[in-house]
């Protein structure tokens, strides 16, 4: 049974940072292009970053470049979201996702993933 399942949201003041988890089970990330999505309330979904199937290549949306980092660990079968500098408009609950195959340098579009998690709420505030 394919899951997903995040953790390491909560509350973090302007300019801290926080460390999202996601722990994927029964299938292999060689085979699957793997991302984060937000949602903030009264907002659409908005893709974040992924990391394609082969774990070479790493994309992130205009507004997280320089300041959040996606990895991913095989060993653990996990991969992490590392934000940085976060700021209130980061305020979102975050999805981790996977879609089967490989899209090259892009990420896929929000609609295109095929498993989620249930998602992990970051709260930016002072």
């Known amino acids: 049974q394919l899951q997903l399942v995040e953790s390491g949201g909560g509350l973090v003041q302007p300019g801290g940072s926080l460390r999202l988890s996601c722990n994927f089970s029964?299938?292999?990330?060689?085979?699957?292009?793997i991302g984060w999505i937000r949602q903030a309330p009264g907002k659409e979904r908005e893709g974040v970053s992924c990391i394609s199937s082969s774990g070479s290549s790493t994309r992130y949306a205009d507004f997280v470049k320089g300041r959040f980092t996606v990895f991913r660990d095989n060993a653990k079968n996990t991969m992490y979201l590392q934000m940085n500098s976060l700021q209130p408009e980061d305020t979102a609950v975050y999805y981790c996702a996977a879609d089967l195959g490989d899209h090259g340098p892009w990420c896929p579009e929000t609609s295109e993933y095929d498993y989620w998690g249930q998602g992990t709420q970051v709260t930016v505030s002072s």
């Open positions: 029964g299938f292999s990330l060689d085979y699957y292009t």
